[in-house]
Nanobody, 122 residues
Framework: QVQLVESGGGLVQAGGSLRLSCAAS????????TGWFRQAPGKDREFVGA??????STGFADSVKGRFAISRDKSTVYLQMNSLIPEDTAIYYC?????????????????WGQGTQVTVSS
C-alpha cells in the first residue's frame, strides 16, 4: 500500500509561483511514475505532468509546458508552478502508477493523494 500527501497549495496572484509537494510512503519499487493532475470547478480532472522515478524523465500537458516543472528528492515529488494564470486554479492531485511509463491518463495510476487547492487571482 502507498500513501500520498500533497501540500503547498494556496492563494497566489497571477504571474506568481507556487511549489506543491507530494510525499509518498509505503512500499514502492524503483519502477514507478508520479503524476500530477488537476480538477477545476465544473471540469474533468486533467493531466498536468509526470516524472519517472527511475531516470527522472518528465512530461507535461501543453497548457503548462514551459511554466511548470517536476522534480524529485527521495520519496517526495515537487511540482514547481511559475507564471501562474487564473486558469490554473484547481485542486491539484498527485498520483503514483506502478509502471515505468509516463502515463497521462487517470486510469493508469494506482494511488492518489487527497488533493490541495491552488487559487490564482487576477
Amino acid at each position: 500500500q502507498v500513501q500520498l500527501v500533497e501540500s503547498g497549495g494556496g492563494l497566489v496572484q497571477a504571474g506568481g509561483s507556487l511549489r506543491l509537494s507530494c510525499a509518498a510512503s509505503g512500499r514502492l519499487s524503483a519502477h514507478y511514475v508520479t503524476g500530477w493532475f488537476r480538477q477545476a470547478p465544473g471540469k474533468d480532472r486533467e493531466f498536468v505532468g509526470a516524472i519517472r522515478w527511475n531516470g527522472g524523465s518528465t512530461g507535461f500537458a501543453d497548457s503548462v509546458k514551459g511554466r511548470f516543472a517536476i522534480s524529485r528528492d527521495k520519496s517526495t515529488v515537487y511540482l514547481q508552478m511559475n507564471s501562474l494564470i487564473p486558469e490554473d486554479t484547481a485542486i491539484y492531485y498527485c498520483a503514483v502508477g506502478l509502471t515505468s511509463s509516463l502515463i497521462t491518463t487517470q486510469r493508469g495510476y494506482d494511488y492518489w493523494g487527497q488533493g490541495t487547492q491552488v487559487t490564482v487571482s487576477s
